[in-house]
């Protein structure tokens, strides 16, 4: 694909980006796809810049539209040791993907693909040994993808994020030695 930049969120961006993710979730509730059960008030401008100041926010433009955009960081937010992985890893040894999402102009395109691409060659070129990523059960497009690019079954638990409507989760992880 030409003229697509995956890179991390300016300050001047992080307006356009809390935009970006208002107007998905709108998308996605209004056609009665919202998988990730994102609600009017997440991802949300606190979020948005609490990632822009942890340098985890990201961004995917094409031809200067953001296209995506997702969080890439060392914190699960939530019970991860749970999970039934199959390396052991401590917290700072893996990368975990959040808030991924497309705007539904750019769905079909491969960009969630190059997104997640993105995030394992990240992961690799400094050092960490997996990526991991928690999905909402029944967030069936965010599976495909995720099993598609080779990341593997780690269990359904409750995480402890004190989410009523989404008592539990499933986790998937690519590990990078194997």
Known sequence: MKNIEIRKCSKNETELTTKFYTDVVKKMIAENTNYPKWRSDYPDHQSVISAYENESQYICLIGGIIAGAFVLNEDPAGAYEKGEWKEPLKRGEYLVIHTLAVDSRFRNM????????????????????????DVVPENYPAEKLYTKLGFTFA?????????EDIPKFRLFEYNLNS
């Not at 269990?155 to 994020?161: I, T």
């Open 110 to 133: 491969g960009i969630a693909s190059k997104i997640t691409e993105f995030c394992l060659d990240t992961a690799k070129n400094n050092g960490y040994r997996s990526v991991r990523v």
């Open 155 to 163: 269990g359904e638990k409750d995480l402890e994020r004190g989410l």
